[in-house]
């Protein structure tokens, strides 16, 4: 491999690769992981306070994305909104799709706070809408945040999959760089080395977070 | 009787002046195919403090719970001040009330728990003036001063800032108790109040308790296995058994010289 | 009427691409499940360096994202003198990336069964493999089910990855027949199919756990199922 690679090459595509990855990766990251986690704490909550055949399908239709592919998500979004941009629209997929799955982590969440919190807010005769607010997503939050990080880490590698729907993120960045001077080694390398120095330590810190919040 | 009720009350207040606090008619309760309570009656007067008693699995505890509305009502109906609370009857059918209606009654009555169920994510002046700012709409500074007030009571006046895990056991519930107060129920719920607590913490809430009793003529329903406080504090005490009222007298007749065989036997248990 | 005719005209381009999807899925999960194995077992290795060079290939397959060890494999692999097929190279990616998290589960199994158990082996002087073969590996295999259970409904997702190869794969087809079908009937299709393959295998491991739960006797307890399944994400 030493004498494949460019130094050259690694030097004038680093640039475009950081540029991508902070204007585009890390922004689909952020934005797509506040909407998913803002969406799956609506659907963690509708499940418990919906009827029960309205709530079975709620459950239903958030199986059905967590269980189909995001590219074909991403298409599907794209042919249905052609008036919208790419971004938009990989904020909406990524939201979406990873908020089936942040919904799983509140419930688990939800779950595990115990009837004593439910039994009190009853005593007091706070209203369901407060018992939420103020007694069961905060506590419910602590539960979850770990999990919901490790969420946003995924997504986070999933952005390249939204290269079908053109949008110019960093690995997109280097299969261009590649293509034009005939040499991926550079790009996709740095690519990955840049993916892993991001996700990595954000791992690491979620498995710390997830042992201090523990109560 | 407008004395009977020196602690401000509920605006709404009663729909009948004269009504007892309290009356269960009827009342069945099931766990699946378990029946807890089978036909209960019993009334209970304004400003009463009825303690009751018996084996665990007797149904003391699920009579508080379905006053507090954390059960489901299987039969019957259970009035407070004459106002239905979960279910009531109308044209000859029992009928559940809206949950609106529900809150309405159900916000005259406060709940201690064997577990103090205090919220960990608020603290101690957080989780007093809760209820009061947002159920009952009462200003923040209105409910702190309130709920500071409590904590004196309680002998917490420190402890404003702390939070529920900072506490004892003892503490927490005695918190729980100046959250309850806080709501100025009508009728307080003691559930166990003191079976969490290492023996010397015990003193402590049952003290506060005391306190409360003397000073207010809030109607009280107590489940405890302290007879020595329960004593003290009520007017009447019930003893139950399989879901049924096996024997209702004045405290000192019931611990010296109860008529049921039953009863004697819980009691020489306990005691 | 016309929806069944339609799919009925559709059928043999969407059963190849289904087709490619399924080679993709089983062999990625079979790759991916000798090296989560493999890199599981010697993340609790007694040998320091077999524990590093694991616990660094773990890391680095998770970190580094499916699409550019895919991208990696696919076109910088024939620069260095390798080339790989598309179909080859679609399963080493998926089985290495999938095979990465499926090591975590391995390993977060292993060290969920109880340490008595461990011990006990140990006081009946059992060789390695017997003590993993007939004592250690059964309870493990219950506890990693359901965390191979997300990783597989993630790994067919992850097999859209073939339409960045040139493969025709199902993602591949529905975009095709949208330009005769329309969009809502060849995604509708499409979705629905992956659904179902993603269904079929998921049913296919649920049984498998039930199955190995019955031949222990017992449900794993919630922390058991915890720390089991903690490496099936991220």
């Known amino acids: ?215 | 009787m407008p004395t009977d009720n020196p602690t401000g009350g509920p605006a709404d207040g009663s729909t009948s002046g004269d009504a007892p606090r309290i009356v269960f008619q009827d009342v069945v309760k099931k766990f699946g195919d378990t029946v807890v309570l089978n036909g209960l009656n019993f009334t209970v007067a304004k400003g009463e403090r009825v303690t009751l008693i018996g084996p665990s699995g007797s149904g003391k505890t699920t009579i508080l719970r379905l006053l507090m509305t954390l059960e489901h009502l299987t039969g019957g109906y259970i009035y407070v001040d004459g106002d239905p609370l979960t279910f009531e009857e109308r044209n000859g059918k029992r009928v559940e009330r809206k949950p609106k209606d529900v809150a309405r009654v159900r916000r005259r009555i406060g709940m201690v728990f064997q577990q103090f169920n205090l919220f960990p994510n608020m603290n101690v002046l957080e989780n007093i003036t809760e209820a009061p700012i947002h159920v009952l709409g009462r200003s923040k500074d209105e409910a702190e001063a309130r709920a500071r007030e409590l904590l004196e009571q309680v002998g917490l006046g420190d402890k404003a800032d702390a939070h529920p895990t900072q506490l004892s056991g003892g503490q927490q519930q005695r918190v729980a108790i100046a959250r309850a107060l806080a709501m100025d129920p009508e009728i307080l719920l003691l559930d166990e109040v003191t079976s969490a607590l290492d023996p010397e913490l015990v003193g402590e809430v049952l003290g506060v308790l005391r306190e409360v009793a003397k000073n207010t003529d809030i109607t009280m329903l107590i489940v405890t296995h302290e007879m020595q406080f329960a004593q003290e504090v009520s007017n009447r005490v019930l003893m139950f058994d399989h879901g049924r009222i096996i024997e209702e007298a004045a405290p000192d007749v019931m611990f010296s010289n109860p008529t049921e065989p039953r009863t004697r036997e819980f009691l020489q248990a306990v005691l | 009427m016309d929806f069944f005719e339609s799919l009925l005209d559709a059928w043999p381009q969407l059963w190849s691409g289904i087709q490619i999807t399924l080679q993709l899925s089983l062999g990625g999960a079979a790759l991916a499940f000798v090296i989560a194995v493999a890199l599981g077992l010697s993340s609790i290795s007694e040998i320091g360096v077999v524990r590093g060079v694991s616990r660094v290939l773990v890391e680095f397959f998770r970190g580094t994202s499916l699409v550019v060890q895919l991208f990696w494999l696919f076109f910088v692999l024939p620069q260095l003198g390798f080339r790989l097929e598309s179909m080859a190279a679609g399963i080493v990616a998926l089985g290495l990336n999938y095979g990465a998290y499926g090591a975590e589960v391995v390993r977060g199994s292993l060290n969920a069964v109880p340490k008595a158990q461990w011990e006990g082996t140990t006081a009946l002087s059992m060789p390695w493999v017997t003590k993993m073969r007939r004592i250690i590996w059964p309870q493990a295999w219950a506890l990693m089910l359901p965390g191979l259970n997300n990783l597989m409904v993630m790994l067919v997702k992850g097999t859209a990855l073939a339409l960045l190869i040139f493969l025709h794969d199902l993602t591949f087809v529905v975009d095709e027949l949208r330009r005769t079908e329309g969009t809502y009937f060849a995604f509708g299709v499409g979705f629905a199919l992956y659904y179902l393959i993603s269904l079929g295998f998921s049913t296919v491991l649920r049984m498998l756990e039930r199955r190995a739960q019955r031949k222990l006797g017992l449900a794993p307890t919630k922390a058991q199922t915890a720390q089991a399944t903690a490496g099936a994400v991220a």
Do not use: C
């Open chain 1, 1 to 215: 491999m030493g004498i494949n690679w460019d130094w050259q090459d690694a030097a004038g595509v680093f640039p475009l690769l950081l540029e991508a990855f902070v204007t585009k990766t890390l922004v689909l990251t952020v934005v797509g992981s506040l909407i998913a986690a803002a969406l799956g704490l609506v659907w963690a909550v509708a499940l418990r306070e919906l009827p029960t055949p309205v709530s079975k399908v709620l459950a239903w239709v958030l199986d059905v994305i967590r269980m189909t592919p995001l590219p074909l998500q991403a298409f599907f979004l794209y042919y249905v909104f052609v008036q919208l941009d790419v971004m938009t629209i990989a904020f909406i997929v990524l939201g979406v799709h990873y908020s089936t799955y942040m919904a799983e982590s509140y419930r688990a969440g939800i779950e595990s706070i115990r009837k004593g919190q439910w039994e009190a807010a009853t005593a007091l005769s706070l209203p369901k809408s407060r018992t939420w607010r103020a007694v069961i997503v905060p506590q419910a939050l602590r539960a979850t945040l770990p999990s919901l990080g490790n969420w946003a880490i995924a997504m986070f590698k999933d952005t390249p999959f939204l290269i079908v729907i053109g949008v110019a993120e960093m690995v997109t960045s280097a299969r261009e760089y590649g293509g034009e001077n005939f040499t991926y080694v550079e790009a996709f390398t740095i690519a990955g080395l840049i993916f892993l120095a991001a996700s990595y330590p954000t791992a690491v810190l979620m498995r710390r977070l997830e042992k201090r919040l523990a109560y």
